[in-house]
């Protein structure tokens, strides 16, 4: 299993998507989830409205590559009509389309994205039972707003079926019930027919929390 670190490694809040806050989850050898707007004129890493000092996707990219490019980069695009600057700023770095991919554009965003050979995962919570453009996707988005609802059989399924999937730690919605989460799902692994190397690199854990899930998920 991969770990995508949430905006970071962190403790105070406002480390979040911070350059150093994501410099260290590399470090430690773990990929990261974060957050792309725009802001005048440059792609910038920012969940809520970009300002004039939010960290350059450029710079970001350049730390993930002296890293090593560790685990994966998920990108989730929070503006429309980026895709060619997004484009070129991956393609500064050769190869980089491989350890990236996008999430949470609208449809006919994504339908472009896709069409220009980007990584896509659609979305599928329980606000979205039916992930749009599901099998023209490489991987899916597994959200849990409300309850802990996300089916380990699906999980293994989509795996089967070639493609990855990434899984929401309930923490990221501020919900304490991430251990009995992480104890059913490994659970579920553990029985499950896949070989390690498939289950090693599709499916990944989005957490607040990459150091204690690492060492939890460790024996499987």
Not at 167 to 188: A, N, Q, T
Request: aromatic letters at 10%; charged letters at 25%; glycine letters at 6%.
């Amino acid at each position: 299993m991969l770990f995508l670190a949430h905006r970071g490694l962190w403790t105070a809040l406002d480390a979040r998507n911070s350059r150093s806050g994501l410099k260290a989850a590399f470090e430690l050898g773990f990929g990261v989830e974060t957050d792309i707007r725009d802001f005048d004129g440059r792609l910038v890493i920012s969940h809520d409205m970009a300002t004039p000092d939010s960290l350059p996707l450029s710079v970001m990219l350049a730390d993930y590559d002296a890293a090593g490019r560790p685990g994966q980069l998920a990108l989730n695009v929070k503006a429309d009509g980026l895709t060619a600057a997004l484009i070129e700023e991956l393609d500064t770095f050769a190869g980089m389309r491989q350890n990236a991919f996008v999430f949470d554009m609208s449809v006919p965003d994504t339908i472009q994205y896709i069409g220009k050979g980007l990584q896509v995962f659609t979305r599928h919570s329980e606000y979205e039972p039916t992930p749009p453009l599901e099998m023209q996707s490489q991987g899916v988005w597994m959200d849990c707003f409300v309850n802990a609802w996300v089916d380990p059989d699906a999980i293994m399924e989509r795996m089967r079926r070639g493609q990855k999937v990434a899984i929401v730690s309930p923490e990221l919605h501020k919900r304490d019930i991430y251990h009995r989460f992480w104890k059913i799902l490994k659970g579920r692994i553990k029985k499950s027919d896949l070989c390690a190397d498939i289950l090693n690199d599709n499916l990944m854990l989005c957490t607040d929390f990459p150091r204690e899930a690492a060492e939890f998920f460790k024996d499987l």
